[in-house]
């Protein structure tokens, strides 16, 4: 069974940055794609960010030019770069590795953006 731990979380003030983590118990290479998902309370789960095996990264609408996914193939590590962050920013923030007959998710991990 792949784990995939999350880390980096936190309360930060508007305009701040944070850093997730998300460590995977087994190699990135062999998924088709990393990602980094988001729910906020009494929404929906919503994609933030994904980093495909080939290709280029692509963002959802409210993140781009503030957020990077960024992988780390030496350490199994795949980071979210969060810059510039917003109330609107806090959630539950999730890591998600994916093949064609496999998914796996992370614990989560808690944003607050608040003053």
């Known amino acids: 069974q792949v784990q995939l731990v999350e880390s980096g979380g936190g309360l930060v003030q508007p305009g701040g940055s944070l850093r997730l983590s998300c460590v995977v118990s087994?190699?990135?290479?062999?998924?088709?794609?990393m990602a980094w998902y988001r729910q906020a309370p009494g929404k929906q789960r919503e994609m933030v960010a994904t980093?495909?095996?080939?290709?280029?990264?692509y963002y959802a609408d409210p993140v781009k030019g503030r957020f990077t996914i960024v992988p780390d193939y030496a350490k199994n590590t795949v980071y979210l770069q969060m810059n510039s962050l917003k109330p609107e920013d806090t959630a539950v923030y999730y890591c998600?590795?994916?093949?064609?007959?496999?998914?796996?998710w992370g614990q989560g991990t808690q944003v607050t953006v608040s003053l």
């Open positions: 998600n590795a994916r093949n064609t007959q496999e998914e796996y």
């Open positions: 087994r190699s990135i290479y062999t998924f088709v794609a």
């Open positions: 980093r495909p095996n080939t290709g280029s990264s």
